[in-house]
């Protein structure tokens, strides 16, 4: 807690209006959905890779309808980072979204991981699923995210292929320390990614973590929303807006199926996977209930570019010592 918390009284008021703090405006709250298929996460890709997609009964348009059936209940307007592979098997999709005011933004094609990819392979991953989504849509894509937040200090020239893409923001940039992903000194605020010096910049929205004990704890979505307690993802909201600082929560049509088939997971992955499915839409209700001012990314671009300007530039390729 800050002393923001606190309403301002009439008598204290006067007596505050020429500090330098800037004027309290609604906080920045965007709810994010990856639109991708149950056997497309990284935890199946080992044993279950793209050439055995099609053995899999497709759920995405069922889950689709629920999460957009919510959104419309409870008046929400959302991003939707879709995977190219899905828009083309289900070319309605993206159009639907951006008909009910929802923004449509880039998942890559295929939910390879940047490290499996080289700039040149990734460069026709995203353009080709940049122009799919724009032509279904009509509308400009603006926005990328990373499968399984891949853009990582040894990924730093996605940074460059992303710029030359046409992408105007990427949200990706995980700030914290997990096996697979993250850059723990990272930003925990918009900043501007630059993948090495020199190279070019681009406005990066990370997602929301909440600082604690000198550590960001992922509280933005995914498996952390499912397996913790929900109170970790209000505490992170909470502290967010008092800090000024946007809040970017993610999910996945997935999490909201419980009756999806159970595929050959490790242990981990499938603790992972189908925890909390049963619980996620109450969850995700309460969410959006508990709190207000969800809007699309793009529709805070003209918010965001500022508050990114003011945090600064952020290297992903460290300097070799000298
Ligand atoms: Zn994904």
Same mark, same amino acid.
């Given at each position: 807690m800050t002393d923001d918390d606190h309403p301002i009284t009439a008598t204290q008021a006067p007596a505050k209006a @020429?500090?330098?703090? @800037?004027e309290p405006s609604a906080p920045i709250r965007c709810l994010s959905v990856d639109v991708e298929e149950y056997f497309q996460i990284e935890a199946a890709h080992s044993t279950i890779g793209p050439d055995r997609w099609n053995d899999w009964p497709s759920r995405v348009q069922r889950n689709m309808d629920l999460l957009l059936e919510l959104f419309d209940r409870t008046g929400i307007r959302a991003t939707f980072f879709f995977l190219g592979c899905v828009a083309k098997q289900h070319p309605a999709l993206a159009r639907r979204c951006a008909d009910l005011g929802h923004e449509v933004a880039s %998942? +890559?094609?295929? %939910? *390879?991981? !940047?490290?499996? !990819?080289t700039p040149e392979t990734m460069r026709s991953d995203v353009t080709d699923s940049k122009r799919l989504l724009e032509d279904q849509t009509g509308r400009a894509v603006l926005g990328f995210r990373s499968p399984t937040w891949s853009l990582t200090r040894d990924t730093h020239w996605a940074v460059d292929v992303l710029t030359e893409a046409g992408f105007k923001y990427d949200a990706s940039v995980f700030p914290v320390r997990h096996p697979m992903y993250g850059v723990p000194d990272a930003p925990d605020r918009p900043f501007y990614v630059q993948g090495q010096a020199g190279g070019a910049r681009l406005l990066e929205i990370p997602p929301l973590t909440w600082r604690v004990m000198g550590k960001n704890l992922?509280?933005? +979505?995914g498996g952390y929303f499912r397996l913790l307690p929900l109170s970790l993802m209000k505490q992170g909201l909470k502290q967010a807006a008092a800090q000024g600082r946007p809040a970017i929560l993610y999910f996945h049509p997935?999490?909201? *199926? @419980? +009756?999806m088939p159970r595929m050959p997971l490790s242990p981990t992955g499938r603790l992972r996977t189908y925890t909390g499915l049963k619980s996620a839409a109450a969850r995700l209700g309460r969410v959006i209930r508990g709190f207000d001012h969800w809007t699309p990314i793009a529709d805070q671009i003209e918010d965001l570019g500022p508050l990114a300007e003011k945090t600064g530039v952020f290297t992903l390729r460290r300097q070799a010592a000298a």
């Amino acid at each position: 807690m800050t002393d923001d918390d606190h309403p301002i009284t009439a008598t204290q008021a006067p007596a505050k209006a @020429p500090a330098t703090s @800037p004027e309290p405006s609604a906080p920045i709250r965007c709810l994010s959905v990856d639109v991708e298929e149950y056997f497309q996460i990284e935890a199946a890709h080992s044993t279950i890779g793209p050439d055995r997609w099609n053995d899999w009964p497709s759920r995405v348009q069922r889950n689709m309808d629920l999460l957009l059936e919510l959104f419309d209940r409870t008046g929400i307007r959302a991003t939707f980072f879709f995977l190219g592979c899905v828009a083309k098997q289900h070319p309605a999709l993206a159009r639907r979204c951006a008909d009910l005011g929802h923004e449509v933004a880039s %998942h +890559g094609s295929m %939910h *390879d991981r !940047l490290h499996r !990819l080289t700039p040149e392979t990734m460069r026709s991953d995203v353009t080709d699923s940049k122009r799919l989504l724009e032509d279904q849509t009509g509308r400009a894509v603006l926005g990328f995210r990373s499968p399984t937040w891949s853009l990582t200090r040894d990924t730093h020239w996605a940074v460059d292929v992303l710029t030359e893409a046409g992408f105007k923001y990427d949200a990706s940039v995980f700030p914290v320390r997990h096996p697979m992903y993250g850059v723990p000194d990272a930003p925990d605020r918009p900043f501007y990614v630059q993948g090495q010096a020199g190279g070019a910049r681009l406005l990066e929205i990370p997602p929301l973590t909440w600082r604690v004990m000198g550590k960001n704890l992922p509280v933005a +979505g995914g498996g952390y929303f499912r397996l913790l307690p929900l109170s970790l993802m209000k505490q992170g909201l909470k502290q967010a807006a008092a800090q000024g600082r946007p809040a970017i929560l993610y999910f996945h049509p997935w999490e909201f *199926d @419980p +009756g999806m088939p159970r595929m050959p997971l490790s242990p981990t992955g499938r603790l992972r996977t189908y925890t909390g499915l049963k619980s996620a839409a109450a969850r995700l209700g309460r969410v959006i209930r508990g709190f207000d001012h969800w809007t699309p990314i793009a529709d805070q671009i003209e918010d965001l570019g500022p508050l990114a300007e003011k945090t600064g530039v952020f290297t992903l390729r460290r300097q070799a010592a000298a």
